[in-house]
Protein backbone atom coordinates (compact mmCIF):
# COMPACT_ATOMS: atom_id res chain seq x y z
CA UNK A 1 0.00 0.00 0.00
CA UNK A 2 1.08 3.33 -0.83
CA UNK A 3 1.93 5.56 1.69
CA UNK A 4 0.18 9.04 3.00
CA UNK A 5 3.00 10.75 1.41
CA UNK A 6 2.99 9.06 -2.01
CA UNK A 7 -1.02 9.52 -1.48
CA UNK A 8 -1.27 13.08 -0.78
CA UNK A 9 1.20 13.97 -3.71
CA UNK A 10 -0.51 11.93 -6.01
CA UNK A 11 -4.16 14.17 -5.00
CA UNK A 12 -6.08 11.36 -3.99
CA UNK A 13 -9.06 12.08 -1.31
CA UNK A 14 -7.23 10.39 1.84
CA UNK A 15 -10.88 9.59 3.82
CA UNK A 16 -10.72 6.06 2.09
CA UNK A 17 -7.24 5.52 4.14
CA UNK A 18 -7.34 7.83 6.97
CA UNK A 19 -10.12 9.47 9.11
CA UNK A 20 -9.41 12.84 9.41
CA UNK A 21 -10.58 14.92 12.07
CA UNK A 22 -9.90 18.56 12.25
CA UNK A 23 -9.36 19.52 15.59
CA UNK A 24 -9.54 23.34 15.01
CA UNK A 25 -11.73 24.97 12.96
CA UNK A 26 -14.20 27.91 13.25
CA UNK A 27 -17.03 29.31 11.41
CA UNK A 28 -18.87 32.57 10.11
CA UNK A 29 -17.61 35.81 9.52
CA UNK A 30 -15.29 37.75 11.30
CA UNK A 31 -15.81 41.35 12.04
CA UNK A 32 -12.40 42.78 11.29
CA UNK A 33 -10.90 40.92 7.79
CA UNK A 34 -12.77 38.90 5.07
CA UNK A 35 -13.23 34.97 5.13
CA UNK A 36 -14.41 33.97 2.63
CA UNK A 37 -16.22 30.05 2.46
CA UNK A 38 -17.46 30.27 5.37
CA UNK A 39 -20.91 28.94 6.12
CA UNK A 40 -21.05 24.94 7.18
CA UNK A 41 -22.23 24.05 3.26
CA UNK A 42 -18.74 26.05 1.89
CA UNK A 43 -16.74 23.97 4.53
CA UNK A 44 -18.16 20.67 3.67
CA UNK A 45 -17.79 21.67 0.03
CA UNK A 46 -13.38 21.82 0.90
CA UNK A 47 -13.64 19.32 3.58
CA UNK A 48 -14.97 16.71 0.78
CA UNK A 49 -12.30 17.93 -2.04
CA UNK A 50 -9.42 17.20 0.59
CA UNK A 51 -10.18 14.27 2.50
CA UNK A 52 -11.60 15.83 5.87
CA UNK A 53 -14.12 13.70 7.65
CA UNK A 54 -14.65 15.79 10.48
CA UNK A 55 -13.89 19.22 11.80
CA UNK A 56 -14.56 20.63 15.63
CA UNK A 57 -15.60 24.51 15.13
CA UNK A 58 -16.06 27.56 17.51
CA UNK A 59 -18.04 30.70 15.89
CA UNK A 60 -16.91 33.90 15.42
CA UNK A 61 -19.25 35.60 16.94
CA UNK A 62 -18.74 33.40 20.00
CA UNK A 63 -15.20 34.85 20.06
CA UNK A 64 -15.62 38.54 19.50
CA UNK A 65 -19.24 39.89 20.55
CA UNK A 66 -21.78 37.36 21.41
CA UNK A 67 -20.69 33.93 22.78
CA UNK A 68 -24.21 32.90 23.18
CA UNK A 69 -24.98 33.19 19.66
CA UNK A 70 -22.15 31.77 18.37
CA UNK A 71 -22.66 28.76 20.21
CA UNK A 72 -26.67 28.82 18.91
CA UNK A 73 -24.82 29.15 15.34
CA UNK A 74 -22.55 26.20 16.23
CA UNK A 75 -25.44 24.07 17.35
CA UNK A 76 -27.52 24.84 14.14
CA UNK A 77 -24.37 23.35 12.28
CA UNK A 78 -23.76 20.20 14.13
CA UNK A 79 -27.91 19.45 14.27
CA UNK A 80 -28.09 20.01 10.51
CA UNK A 81 -24.59 18.33 9.55
CA UNK A 82 -23.97 15.76 12.82
CA UNK A 83 -21.47 13.36 10.84
CA UNK A 84 -19.34 16.69 9.68
CA UNK A 85 -19.11 19.13 12.35
CA UNK A 86 -18.21 18.89 16.10
CA UNK A 87 -19.29 21.53 18.83
CA UNK A 88 -17.23 23.51 20.75
CA UNK A 89 -18.98 25.54 23.41
CA UNK A 90 -17.16 28.86 24.08
CA UNK A 91 -17.68 30.96 27.08
CA UNK A 92 -17.08 34.27 27.67
CA UNK A 93 -15.63 34.89 31.32
CA UNK A 94 -16.85 38.55 31.91
CA UNK A 95 -20.21 37.63 32.24
CA UNK A 96 -19.87 35.21 35.24
CA UNK A 97 -23.71 35.38 35.89
CA UNK A 98 -24.74 33.62 32.20
CA UNK A 99 -21.87 31.03 32.47
CA UNK A 100 -23.60 27.92 33.90
CA UNK A 101 -26.44 28.40 32.31
CA UNK A 102 -24.76 28.62 29.02
CA UNK A 103 -22.90 25.72 30.03
CA UNK A 104 -25.94 23.40 30.78
CA UNK A 105 -27.40 24.41 27.56
CA UNK A 106 -24.48 23.86 25.48
CA UNK A 107 -23.73 19.90 26.29
CA UNK A 108 -27.29 19.06 27.55
CA UNK A 109 -29.17 20.41 24.50
CA UNK A 110 -26.79 21.49 21.82
CA UNK A 111 -24.82 18.09 22.32
CA UNK A 112 -21.14 20.21 22.57
CA UNK A 113 -18.16 17.96 22.81
CA UNK A 114 -15.23 20.29 24.45
CA UNK A 115 -14.67 24.20 25.17
CA UNK A 116 -12.64 26.90 23.48
CA UNK A 117 -10.85 28.68 25.32
CA UNK A 118 -9.97 32.40 23.22
CA UNK A 119 -7.73 34.26 25.92
CA UNK A 120 -6.60 36.79 23.44
CA UNK A 121 -10.15 37.79 22.46
CA UNK A 122 -11.41 37.33 25.73
CA UNK A 123 -8.86 39.46 27.08
CA UNK A 124 -7.34 37.14 29.47
CA UNK A 125 -3.91 39.22 29.92
CA UNK A 126 -2.77 37.90 33.49
CA UNK A 127 -2.20 35.17 35.41
CA UNK A 128 -4.67 36.53 37.94
CA UNK A 129 -7.17 36.80 35.21
CA UNK A 130 -7.53 32.92 34.65
CA UNK A 131 -9.42 32.84 37.60
CA UNK A 132 -12.20 33.66 35.90
CA UNK A 133 -12.14 30.63 34.21
CA UNK A 134 -13.00 28.46 37.32
CA UNK A 135 -16.51 27.77 36.94
CA UNK A 136 -15.87 26.48 33.25
CA UNK A 137 -12.66 24.92 34.31
CA UNK A 138 -15.10 23.27 37.81
CA UNK A 139 -17.45 22.45 35.05
CA UNK A 140 -15.39 20.50 32.44
CA UNK A 141 -13.39 18.73 35.47
CA UNK A 142 -16.89 17.06 36.62
CA UNK A 143 -17.41 16.14 33.11
CA UNK A 144 -14.04 15.04 31.88
CA UNK A 145 -13.76 17.22 29.07
CA UNK A 146 -11.19 18.72 26.39
CA UNK A 147 -10.41 22.57 25.95
CA UNK A 148 -8.59 24.16 23.65
CA UNK A 149 -6.84 27.21 24.22
CA UNK A 150 -5.37 29.61 22.23
CA UNK A 151 -2.95 31.79 23.82
CA UNK A 152 -2.59 32.21 27.82
CA UNK A 153 -0.75 34.96 30.19
CA UNK A 154 1.33 32.44 31.00
CA UNK A 155 2.14 28.75 30.58
CA UNK A 156 2.82 28.04 33.91
CA UNK A 157 -0.50 29.32 35.31
CA UNK A 158 -1.96 26.72 32.75
CA UNK A 159 0.66 24.14 33.63
CA UNK A 160 -0.88 25.07 37.00
CA UNK A 161 -4.40 24.84 35.92
CA UNK A 162 -3.58 21.25 34.01
CA UNK A 163 -1.81 19.89 37.64
CA UNK A 164 -5.16 21.20 39.59
CA UNK A 165 -8.05 19.86 36.82
CA UNK A 166 -6.79 16.48 36.08
CA UNK A 167 -9.39 14.76 34.19
CA UNK A 168 -9.74 18.24 31.73
CA UNK A 169 -7.48 17.30 28.21
CA UNK A 170 -6.11 20.86 27.19
CA UNK A 171 -4.86 21.86 23.97
CA UNK A 172 -2.58 24.52 23.47
CA UNK A 173 -3.37 26.06 19.86
CA UNK A 174 -0.83 26.63 17.32
CA UNK A 175 2.51 24.93 18.52
CA UNK A 176 5.45 25.50 15.94
CA UNK A 177 4.21 28.31 14.32
CA UNK A 178 4.62 32.15 14.74
CA UNK A 179 7.03 32.09 17.83
CA UNK A 180 10.09 29.75 18.28
CA UNK A 181 10.74 30.55 21.61
CA UNK A 182 7.17 30.30 22.93
CA UNK A 183 6.46 27.20 21.09
CA UNK A 184 9.43 25.78 22.73
CA UNK A 185 8.09 27.21 26.21
CA UNK A 186 4.54 25.01 25.42
CA UNK A 187 6.33 22.13 24.16
CA UNK A 188 8.23 21.72 27.33
CA UNK A 189 5.05 22.09 29.16
CA UNK A 190 3.00 19.54 27.32
CA UNK A 191 6.14 17.11 27.54
CA UNK A 192 6.09 17.21 31.35
CA UNK A 193 2.21 17.31 31.84
CA UNK A 194 0.00 14.28 30.92
CA UNK A 195 -3.14 16.40 30.47
CA UNK A 196 -1.80 18.95 28.19
CA UNK A 197 -1.91 18.00 24.13
CA UNK A 198 -1.04 20.52 21.32
CA UNK A 199 -2.32 21.09 18.11
CA UNK A 200 -0.68 21.68 14.54
CA UNK A 201 -2.59 25.39 13.38
CA UNK A 202 -0.96 28.18 12.51
CA UNK A 203 -0.41 30.29 9.31
CA UNK A 204 3.03 30.79 9.81
CA UNK A 205 5.70 28.34 10.55
CA UNK A 206 9.23 28.24 11.29
CA UNK A 207 11.01 25.40 8.92
CA UNK A 208 11.22 21.96 10.58
CA UNK A 209 8.55 22.76 13.35
CA UNK A 210 6.24 20.05 12.58
CA UNK A 211 8.66 17.16 13.11
CA UNK A 212 10.41 19.44 15.94
CA UNK A 213 7.01 19.22 17.78
CA UNK A 214 6.06 15.10 17.40
CA UNK A 215 9.82 14.52 18.55
CA UNK A 216 9.62 16.54 21.27
CA UNK A 217 6.24 15.58 23.05
CA UNK A 218 5.37 12.16 20.77
CA UNK A 219 2.28 11.61 18.09
CA UNK A 220 -0.04 10.63 20.84
CA UNK A 221 0.14 14.37 22.12
CA UNK A 222 -0.55 16.17 18.78
CA UNK A 223 -3.53 16.95 16.91
CA UNK A 224 -4.37 18.05 13.45
CA UNK A 225 -5.72 21.35 13.69
CA UNK A 226 -6.22 24.66 10.78
CA UNK A 227 -7.37 27.69 11.73
CA UNK A 228 -10.07 26.98 8.57
CA UNK A 229 -11.69 28.62 7.06
CA UNK A 230 -9.33 31.32 8.69
CA UNK A 231 -6.63 29.69 6.99
CA UNK A 232 -6.68 27.14 3.67
CA UNK A 233 -7.55 23.72 4.61
CA UNK A 234 -5.15 22.09 2.02
CA UNK A 235 -2.10 24.30 2.86
CA UNK A 236 -2.55 23.36 6.58
CA UNK A 237 -3.11 19.73 6.11
CA UNK A 238 0.12 19.36 3.97
CA UNK A 239 2.18 20.29 7.14
CA UNK A 240 1.16 16.75 8.55
CA UNK A 241 0.77 14.93 5.01
CA UNK A 242 4.01 15.76 4.15
CA UNK A 243 5.98 15.38 7.68
CA UNK A 244 9.09 13.36 8.03
CA UNK A 245 7.55 11.12 9.99
CA UNK A 246 5.76 7.79 10.25
CA UNK A 247 2.56 6.94 8.57
CA UNK A 248 1.58 5.49 12.27
CA UNK A 249 2.25 9.12 13.73
CA UNK A 250 0.22 10.73 10.75
CA UNK A 251 -3.01 8.81 11.58
CA UNK A 252 -2.86 9.09 15.32
CA UNK A 253 -2.16 13.37 14.33
CA UNK A 254 -4.58 13.18 11.83
CA UNK A 255 -7.66 11.48 13.65
CA UNK A 256 -7.30 9.11 16.59
CA UNK A 257 -6.06 11.48 18.85
CA UNK A 258 -9.16 13.58 18.41
CA UNK A 259 -11.50 10.81 18.22
CA UNK A 260 -9.84 9.94 21.49
CA UNK A 261 -9.93 13.39 23.24
CA UNK A 262 -13.73 13.90 21.83
CA UNK A 263 -15.14 10.78 22.58
CA UNK A 264 -17.04 9.71 19.47
Known amino acids: MSSIYDLALSGVRLNSYVEIIDCHAHMG ?3 EFHIPRNTPEAMIRIMDRIGVS ?3 ISHCI ?3 SDFRLGNALVYE ?3 KYPDRFIGYAVLNPHYPEEIEEELELCFRHYGMKAIKF ?3 LHQIRYRSDFE ?3 PVLDYAESKKLTILCHGTPSLKKLEEVASEYRNVNFIIAH ?3 WNMREDLEALNVAERVPNIYVDSSGSVEWYGAFEKVVAKVGADKVLFGSDFPWCNLAFMIGRVLFAKISDKDKMKILGLNA ?3 FKI
Open 29 to 31: PHG
Open 54 to 56: RAA
Open 62 to 64: SLE
Open 77 to 79: AIR
Open 118 to 120: HQT
Open 132 to 134: RYK
Open 175 to 177: CGS
Open 259 to 261: KKL
